[in-house]
């Protein structure tokens, strides 16, 4: 398949899904901030963003010629502020970003879609490798980190955001938690996606909690 640059969020959907079968491997609403993230990066990287003490801020309103990611950016120009990353990820406010991502991948023959209908009735897409060489090569990249490989500024960030997001634990055996902690420390794309989960993670526990005390009878 194509070997044209992919960006964090291409990367990031490539490793988010199952080689055996296409199956998602995170849920929708953790894939779809990590996603934007992912493009917050990549926007930083071309120079369109910048961190400014703890805040995300524009710094040059160009476009960059990628549909998506310039979606982001009017996004950002229109608010008209700096803000930190993990408010951004909530601003923006991703529904269906992970859709236009396989449909991209599917363009470029990483992905084969099945299209049908449920009931006859209502239209379905569904997802499986048509071509599992890059995945394997991304995954890879990951892996020689895990075995101790130096790696560049780029595969930081795909580190943090596959690690913050859960993508990673289903693809790598990790031994050494601490040391990819202290790795991805200081990516704060990945950051955003870890105050996001927790958030989440801590509100679903209470929800619980509360479930549980109501069953019991207490007040």
Same mark, same amino acid.
């Given at each position: %398949?194509?070997?044209q640059?992919? /960006? ?18 995170i849920? @929708? ?6 996603? &934007? ?7 930083? !990287? ?5 961190l400014?003490? !703890? ?14 990611? $310039?979606?982001?950016?009017?996004? %950002?120009?229109?608010?008209?502020? !700096? ?9 923006? @406010? ?37 071509? #599992? ?5 991304? /995954? ?16 930081? #960030?795909?580190?943090?955001? &596959? ?9 790598? !055996?990790?031994? $050494? ?17 870890? /105050?996001?989960?927790?958030? #989440? /993670? #801590? ?6 909690? %509360? ?9």
């Amino acid at each position: %398949m194509s070997r044209q640059q992919l /960006t964090f969020a291409d990367e990031l959907i490539l490793l988010a899904h199952r080689e055996s079968d296409g199956k998602q491997l995170i849920p @929708n609403n953790v894939l779809n901030i990590s996603l &934007t993230a992912a493009e917050l990066a990549e926007l930083a !990287a071309l120079g369109r963003v910048e961190l400014r003490g !703890a805040d995300l801020a524009v710094v040059d309103r160009q476009p960059v010629g990628d549909a998506q990611l $310039d979606a982001v950016l009017s996004q %950002m120009v229109k608010v008209g502020k !700096a803000l930190p990353p993990s408010k951004w990820l909530i601003r923006i @406010n991703p529904v269906r970003w992970g859709r236009h991502y396989l449909r991209r991948l599917a363009e470029r023959g990483a992905f084969k879609a099945d299209k049908s209908r449920v009931l006859g009735l209502f239209p379905v897409e569904r997802y499986a490798y048509d071509d #599992t060489e890059l995945v394997r090569e991304v /995954t890879e990249r990951l892996g020689q980190v895990v075995r101790g490989r130096k790696p560049d500024a780029r595969t930081i #960030t795909l580190f943090a955001l &596959t690690h913050h997001s859960g993508v990673l634990k289903h693809l790598i !055996a990790i031994d $050494d938690e601490k040391r990819i902690d202290e790795l991805v420390r200081d990516d704060w794309a990945g950051q955003a996606v870890k /105050t996001y989960v927790d958030k #989440t /993670t #801590t509100k679903a526990g209470d929800s619980g909690d %509360m479930v549980t005390l109501l069953a019991a009878g207490g007040s």
